[in-house]
């Protein structure tokens, strides 16, 4: 079963259609089509009719076609008088356009998805305890206690509203793409992890400082409102680099992104083939 499923991922990659894509022209839903690309279904032969008039290929290259032989699309084949080659030479530049057809554009879509994500994580779990020293060091500028109470509750408000964000741009990534194909290198994973322990690093040491200054405020009493203010701060800083760092080593493998599309398929009441 796991056959048809490669040669319908990798021929809905050539043309650059993603799962929702696929399914609005079949007229199912997208978890069929994540059920058929897993291997955990199949088409039934109408579908399949359909799949081999939409790809140009004929029943038996999509039930049994290797899927690295996938034809390319035909406004993407090289003009007549381009010379076949030998070797490396002759496919350079058309052999490529495949891989960076729907890949590409994959791989890029999961990119920003990763960088917005991280951002929108660690800002919502940073921005309330930011408040939180603005709100003293309000204090100690002499604003109410009542304000600076409002100033915070916003800032709690507006934590929720970038977590309710980051949510929703995991979902729209996963029902415009689906599961992506691992693209990055052990080189790229090993940068990652290097940039991860130096930023957990700096996080660390922004706590520290956090601790020194909350025993400072004890040491000099006039400035307990600013110090306790500038702790909390530096907190928020210490929390948004461990957040964003924790995060970014999880997306730069598409691993537990691909799980989480896995999971949400096999919960979804809409996952049944249609």
Request: hydrophobic letters at 40%; proline letters at 4%; one cysteine or more.
């Amino acid at each position: 079963m796991g056959a048809i499923g490669d040669n319908i991922q990798a021929r809905r990659a050539v043309r650059g259609l993603s799962q929702a894509a696929l399914a609005e022209e079949l007229g199912i839903s997208r978890q069929s089509v994540a059920k058929w690309e897993s291997g955990k279904s199949r088409p039934d032969l109408e579908r399949m009719a359909r799949l081999c008039d939409l790809f140009g290929c004929t029943m038996d290259e999509l039930v049994y076609g290797s899927a690295s032989a996938t034809v390319r699309p035909r406004c993407l084949e090289p003009p007549p008088d381009v010379p076949a080659g030998d070797g490396e030479a002759g496919s350079s530049e058309w052999g490529s356009i495949e891989d960076t057809s729907y890949q590409g554009t994959a791989a890029r879509a999961y990119e920003r998805y990763a960088t917005r994500r991280c951002l929108l994580l660690a800002s919502g779990c940073a921005v309330p305890v930011l408040g939180l020293g603005v709100a003293f060091l309000c204090v100690g500028l002499g604003v109410s206690r009542a304000l600076a109470f409002v100033l915070w509750m916003l800032t709690v408000a507006a934590a929720g509203l970038l977590l309710r964000m980051a949510h929703l741009e995991r979902h729209e990534m996963m029902e415009s793409h689906g599961q992506i194909a691992e693209f990055h290198t052990l080189e790229q994973r090993h940068e990652a992890h290097i940039g991860q322990t130096i930023t957990y690093s700096i996080s660390f040491v922004m706590f520290c400082a956090a601790f020194v200054c909350s025993y400072a405020g004890d040491w000099m009493p006039s400035l307990w409102w600013p110090l306790s203010g500038l702790t909390w701060i530096l907190l928020a800083v210490s929390v948004f680099l461990g957040v964003a760092s924790y995060q970014r080593g999880r997306l730069v493998s598409t691993q537990h992104y691909n799980g989480a599309v896995q999971s949400e398929t096999k919960v979804s009441p809409h996952g049944e083939d249609t």
